[in-house]
């Protein structure tokens, strides 16, 4: 493995482009592989095998297509499923899963009320639950299901009216009772104005995009692998439809 190889980042969609933006600001001199795999979009409503299953699609395609020394699976749903058996498929290679930052909202607040927003197989998966255990002595914590969002979000309508009604609808029974929502699908950091704006100031919004970022600058920096060149991202997406592109590079921008 080299320096300048490159670092893939992958998510079900353009989600991971929230973690993406996290990890240029602070590996600015990397070459970025990002591939979004919006024709199978969403993941989190599938049977856990099948995310499984297009998860090992997606790396191995990233793998065929440059050399890598790491892989951020920026996608909470797929690593929920996937990153155990990635790992013990590819020992060689650096990879780093996003998980819910619950941990880092239950230090924030201890004793708080703590949501954790995120999709199906997230919420229904054990790994949550072993999180869950490890903060649940501190803090009172509750999940909550957004479906439809990470659809609007795929189809550019994260800030939008049809957002914010729906997320109304999904966060109506909490406004004013949380002190912190975790964003636990990458999706949702790009709906943070509408989710504020049903929530209210007093609940923060807490993301593990950061989190992930500076786990992916230690695991470089312990390897020697951490890269000072130009910098450089190819963005790649399954969708046939080249408007995914587009909203891609906006949702990059825009972050
Ligand atoms: N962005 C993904 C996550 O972090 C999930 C989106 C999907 O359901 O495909 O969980």
Known sequence: MKKTD????????VGGISVLGEL????????YLYFGDSANAPYGTRP??????LTFAAVERLLWETPLKALVIACNTATTAAVSALRRKYPELIIIGIEPALKLAASRFPGGNIGIMA?????????????MDRVADHCQIHKIPAPGLVELV?????????AEALLSGILGPYVGKLDALVLGCTHYPFASKRISAVLGPGTALIDGGAGTARETQRRLAEAGLVENGPGSLTMTNSAPDPEMLEL??????TF
Do not use: M, N
């Not at 490159?6 to 969609?13: N, P, T």
């Not at 856990?48 to 299953?53: F, I, K, N």
């Open 24 to 31: 240029r600001r602070l590996l600015p001199g990397e070459r």
């Open 48 to 53: 856990t095998a099948e995310v499984q299953a």
């Open 154 to 162: 795929e189809q550019g309508l994260a800030d939008s009216p049809q």
């Open 6 to 13: 490159a670092i893939a980042v992958f998510d079900s969609g």
């Open 248 to 253: 891609s590079w906006k949702l990059l921008h």
């Open 119 to 131: 999709t199906e197989v997230t919420l229904r998966e054990e790994k949550l639950g072993h999180l």
